[in-house]
Each structure stands twice: as C-alpha cells, then as structure tokens.
C-alpha cells in the first residue's frame, strides 16, 4: 500500500485537535470532579440516577461511561458511603434496582449544579450558541461512525 500525501489529508488534520480536545475535556472535567471528592467514575453513577427512580444495572451499565466489569465496585463504594442502595427488583431476584439514597440525592443536587457551572465557561468560549447543535451533530454523526460495524 503505498503511503498517501498526509499533509493534504482532511481527516488525518482532525484526528490530532479532536485527540487534544478530549484530553483537555478529560483532564479539566477530573480534576473538578476529584475536587468534588468524586472519582469520575462515582460522579457518572450519580449524574445518571440523579432525578431518577433508580434503574438496573443493565440500564446504568448502558447510560454511563463506566465498563461492566468496573460497574460492581463502584457501585459497592458508593453503597458504602451510602450514597446509594440496591433493591431487589420484585418478581425477578436476579435484578437490582440502583437508587440514590437521600444523602445521595442532596450530593446529585450540590455536585451536578457546581460542575454544570464549571464547565459551561469553557464551551461558552469555544462556541457560540448557534454553533452547539451543528457541534453536537457532527460528534455524535463521528462517534457512530466508529460504532458501526461497517468497516
């Protein structure tokens, strides 16, 4: 395969800034949620069940960026700091259903509100109102891109 002209390449110019870009995120996004005393992982989990009924496991595992396999232990810490509960899901004991508990829900209510205000001056920077939606077109058109089985 002979090696193509990189420097005219379209696509490959993006790969670089969209790499930086998520690293940036990433970095700026722990480093608050460590502040909050939150792994990203605990504050993902709360995000999520936060002004919920609870869901399963199954649901939770979908909804959040945490891998199944990474799911039960933090699940576990934060039944600890009793931040949330199982329940038993009535006519299938295999099921759990995830709550937040009342601390849990305060602690949704403080840290989702503090890390919403964090965040929004850096896109209120990037982008202008108008722009969010095209922006959030274009991401999520590239994401699936890479989700599909296509290729």
Known sequence: MELPHL?????????RPLVEAY??????DSRHIKSLRLTPSQF???A?????????????SAKTLVTKGTL?????????KGLIRRDAVRGDRRCTK?????KGDVLFRKT???HIAFLRPFFQRALHPKDVEEARTLLLRLRD??????I
């Open 145 to 150: 891109s890479f989700q599909s089985d296509g």
């Open 98 to 102: 995830i709550s937040l508990t009342d």
């Open 72 to 80: 039960t232990g933090v699940l576990d810490r934060l039944v600890a």
């Open 7 to 15: 420097k005219d390449d379209p696509y490959l110019k993006l790969v």
């Open 44 to 46: 993902d989990v709360i």
């Open 112 to 114: 989702f509100a503090a």
């Open 48 to 60: 999520t069940l936060g002004d919920t009924e609870g869901m399963t496991c199954s649901e939770l």
């Open 23 to 28: 690293l940036a995120f990433s970095r700026a």
